[in-house]
């Protein structure tokens, strides 16, 4: 999402940051994105008379094509257009069909066999099992510095994999023959199906792979695809553009023949776009919510997604932990979220967001039940600061925010410069804003002091959420150990699995830690988005994890 979900890594164009992730996030002057009327209205058909071609933004460029490289929201959306796992996401983020056309579980639910349909890749080489457990392989393998290898961990023998400790060939995933693929797991994992829509999952075909050497996924030149759009015209920072396959196997069901992607880092200009009749959907920032929220084309909703302060343990002043949380309480997220956002985001005082899990026994709310978790306030933080700055020694520090190169990241990043300068005596912000895959890189390195970041779910369980937090974890990228957190999420990830109500209770404890105890994160607020969108785009399906988009049944009705 790293989405995720993403992170599920967005940028904060309309949302202001980008996923680090899931989903890292990293998209969106689209206006983040839309459920495109998510109208099932005339659901099969569109007018063959109407030029079948969607005009969209994004607000920064694709970090890589490579499917187990991938770490943020822009790449993930393009893969799942231009790429097919095993499942993808349908209507109502249900998981349907995809290279699979059934698949069967043994009765311990730790073996799955997936039944491969005819299809190929977009140079006719046909594709098989041997491109999933390539890919797979490719993925658990430490010397392929997948920071997503992690969503693997519940294949067999994953984690001892991406520890060193035993070979790729030894993860549980087998072709019994070209069409089967079987699939084992450490123990049973209920959201499988689901886990296997998300871009890690995806095949790779080994030999055009290897053939491309160190050029695989650089330009749409050299990739194959077997999704229902294929990548053109790909030019870095500018835009691309998906066209349909034909080759895909499910090829009659796709409306659409061109997608149009333009980078806009700007939501003046994408409104003027909008306005101009030259894209089909926009994000807004604050200032054009008031002016559009009467507008027939203005839609909001509110999405899992999470957007923090992210701090790097490893500096000194943030190793401690009274900073920490003088820097959580620093912020006054009400006027965040309702001045600076203007857009239906939620002030946030915790880390897995509401109306996305239930108690599997209770049926309440993870957030019903966890709370708030800690809370704006100027003397609170003021106290905490004071014992920080007296147990470092030290009266004045200064501290970096880096933060996206969009019009409203910048916004953003000055209001978070002014509240924590205001609200922390002797603390100077200096603000670092860079583009996305930059940003990418300096997270990967934790060349970072304190960074705006964002997370939305990489399938539909808390742990998209919590694991990412472990010792060494690919998304970690904080310096934060803790045993206890460790064992938190390995109970629950293991011996926890067939008892889902202490399963849940372990997460729930482990997110007290994460925020209540360590105050790892300084959490902000849940996204929302605010966007016009053109009411002739129909049956664009918006996912709450995994892409945020699912466009293989849209359809242009003018």
Known sequence: MRKSKWSLLLTLTLVLSMFLAACSGGGGNDGESSDGNSGNDGKDGGNTDVPQVLNILESAEIPTMDSVMGTDAVAFQVMAETMEGLYRLGENMEPVEGMAEKHEVSEDEKTYTFHLRDAQWSNGTPVTADDFVYAWRKAVNPDTGSQYNFIMGDLKNANAIMAGDMKPEELGVEAVDEKTLKVELEQPVPYFISLTTFATFLPQNEEYVEGQGDQYALEDENLIYNGPFTLTDWKHE???????????????????????????????????????????????????????KEHEDYKTFEEPVMFYLKMNQ?????????????????????????VILNNGSLAANYFVPKGFVTHPETGEDFREINGDLIKSDPEVAKEHWEKGLEELGKEEVTLEILGGDSEVAKKMDEYLKNQLETNLPGLTINLKSVPFQQRLDLDDNMEYELQNSGWGPDYADAMTFIDMWVTDGGHNKTGFSNEKYDKLVKDAKTTLTSEPAKRFEAMLEAEKLLIEEE????????????????????????????????YKWAYIEK
């Open 238 to 292: 500018e835009g691309w553009v998906l066209k349909k396959n034909p080759d895909y196997w499910d090829a009659e069901t796709v409306k659409l023949d061109e997608i149009n992607v333009k980078v806009v880092k700007e939501t003046s200009t994408g409104v003027n776009l909008y306005e101009t009749g030259k894209i089909d959907r926009v994000g807004l920032s604050s200032e054009y919510v008031n002016k559009y």
């Open 314 to 338: 490893e500096n000194e002043i943030l190793a401690n932990v009274h900073i920490r949380k003088a820097i959580q309480a620093a912020v006054n997220k009400e006027d965040l979220v309702n």
């Open 519 to 550: 105050a790892v994160l300084a959490p902000l607020y849940q996204r929302a988005r605010a966007q016009l969108w053109k009411p002739y785009v129909k049956n664009v399906y918006q996912n709450s994890f995994g892409p945020d988009y699912s």
